[in-house]
C-alpha cells in the first residue's frame, strides 16, 4: 500500500510538472515584426527593456523575435507558430497585428507602433496595445515655422500599408488648413520609390515623411535624392532627423515600445487584458538636425 501511495504522488507531481510547464519555466514571449529597420528596432528596445524594468528581464522571460522581411504571407506564418510556441504575442506595426489577430484568438496580443488600431480592425478581446499616431497638426506647424517661403509640400506614401495612407490623408487635412498645395505620389513596391522621387521633388518645395515602414527602409535614398534636389525634409520621428531630415515633430518609437512592455507587464501582474485599453502616446518632442538648420541657413528661436 505504501508503494502505492508514493507511485500515486509521483505520477501527480509529473503531471502537475507538465501541465504548469515546470517550475521556474521562462515566459515565452514571441515578437512578431513586419521589417526590420531603426524605427522598429527601437519599439522593440522600448518593449523589452520595460518589461526588464518591471521585474520581467532575461532570467524570467525568453523573448522569440521573428520578422516578416516586408512579407504579409510570412508575418501569417509567424503568427501560427507563435500561437502555438508563445505565451504572450507583442506584435509590432500593423501588418504584423493584423497577422495575429487572424491567427492567435486565446493567448494575449499587445501591440506597438498602429496609428489607427480601430480601422485596422485589430480591437478582439485578447488584444491592446499602443498606437503611434502623429502630430500632424504640429508637424504642418513646424514647416510653417522653419520654411516659411514653402508653397507646396510633397508626400510619398505606401499604398498597401493602411497606417501610411491615413496618416497621409490626416497631414492632408491639416496642411490644407494652413493653405499648402499637397503633391502626393503613392506606391506599392520600395523600387518605385526611386522614380516617385525623382518626379515629385521636381514640383515641390519640402518633402515630408511620415510613419512608413517603406519609407523608413528606404530612408538613406530619400535623403540622397532630397539633398541633391535641395529640398529639406521634415519627418514624424526622431530617426528621420537622425538620418537626415531637417527637423521631426513626433513621439518616440522607444517610448511606444516602453509603454507596450509596461501593458505587457501589468498583464503578468495579474490584470485581465480586457481592462487594460490601448492607449496613445500623446507627448511629442521636436528634434532639429543642427548640420541642416546651417545649410539652409535657418535659424530657431
Known amino acids: 500500500m505504501k508503494n502505492l501511495k508514493n507511485l500515486f504522488v509521483l505520477l501527480f507531481v509529473v503531471l502537475f510538472t507538465a501541465c504548469t510547464g515546470g517550475k521556474g519555466e521562462k515566459i515565452k514571449i514571441g515578437i512578431t515584426q513586419i521589417v526590420e529597420h531603426e524605427s522598429l528596432d527601437d519599439v522593440r528596445r522600448g518593449v523589452e527593456t520595460a518589461l526588464a524594468d518591471n521585474g520581467y528581464g532575461k532570467e524570467k522571460v525568453e523573448f522569440i523575435y521573428k520578422n516578416a522581411q516586408g512579407d504579409f504571407a510570412t508575418a501569417q506564418i509567424i503568427a501560427q507558430d507563435f500561437n502555438n510556441n508563445a505565451d504572450i504575442i507583442v506584435?509590432?506595426?500593423t501588418p504584423s497585428a493584423q497577422a495575429a489577430v487572424?491567427?492567435?484568438?486565446?493567448?494575449?496580443?499587445?501591440?506597438?507602433?498602429?496609428?489607427?488600431?480601430e480601422a485596422a480592425g485589430i480591437l478582439e478581446k485578447n488584444v491592446t496595445g499602443v498606437s503611434d499616431?502623429?502630430?500632424v497638426e504640429k508637424q504642418a506647424e513646424l514647416i510653417k515655422k522653419l520654411l516659411p517661403n514653402a508653397k507646396k509640400i510633397?508626400?510619398?506614401y505606401n499604398?498597401?500599408?493602411?497606417?501610411?495612407?491615413?496618416?497621409?490623408?490626416?497631414?492632408k487635412k491639416a496642411a490644407e488648413k494652413k493653405g499648402y498645395v499637397m503633391v502626393i505620389k503613392g506606391v506599392t513596391t520600395i523600387?518605385?520609390?526611386?522614380?516617385?522621387l525623382d518626379t515629385i521633388l521636381l514640383e515641390i518645395d519640402v518633402l515630408y515623411t511620415s510613419i512608413d515602414n517603406m519609407l523608413a527602409s528606404t530612408y538613406p535614398l530619400i535623403v540622397e535624392k532630397c539633398d541633391k534636389a535641395g529640398k529639406p525634409i521634415i519627418g514624424a520621428t526622431k530617426r528621420y532627423a537622425e538620418q537626415g531630415a531637417l527637423a521631426a515633430e513626433g513621439i518616440s518609437d522607444y517610448q511606444v515600445g516602453y509603454q507596450t512592455g509596461?501593458?505587457?507587464a501589468r498583464y503578468l501582474n495579474g490584470?485581465?487584458?480586457e481592462n487594460i485599453p490601448y492607449e496613445t502616446v500623446t507627448k511629442s518632442e521636436l528634434y532639429l538636425n543642427e548640420e541642416l538648420l546651417k545649410k539652409y541657413k535657418i535659424s530657431v528661436d
Open 91 to 93: 506584435a509590432i506595426s
Open 102 to 117: 487572424n491567427n492567435i484568438k486565446e493567448k494575449p496580443v499587445f501591440f506597438a507602433a498602429i496609428t489607427n488600431p
Open 133 to 135: 499616431k502623429s502630430p
Open 154 to 156: 510633397g508626400i510619398v
Open 159 to 171: 499604398t498597401s500599408e493602411q497606417n501610411s495612407f491615413y496618416l497621409t490623408e490626416e497631414f
Open 191 to 196: 523600387n518605385e520609390m526611386a522614380s516617385a
Open 262 to 264: 509596461e501593458m505587457t
Open 271 to 273: 490584470e485581465k487584458i
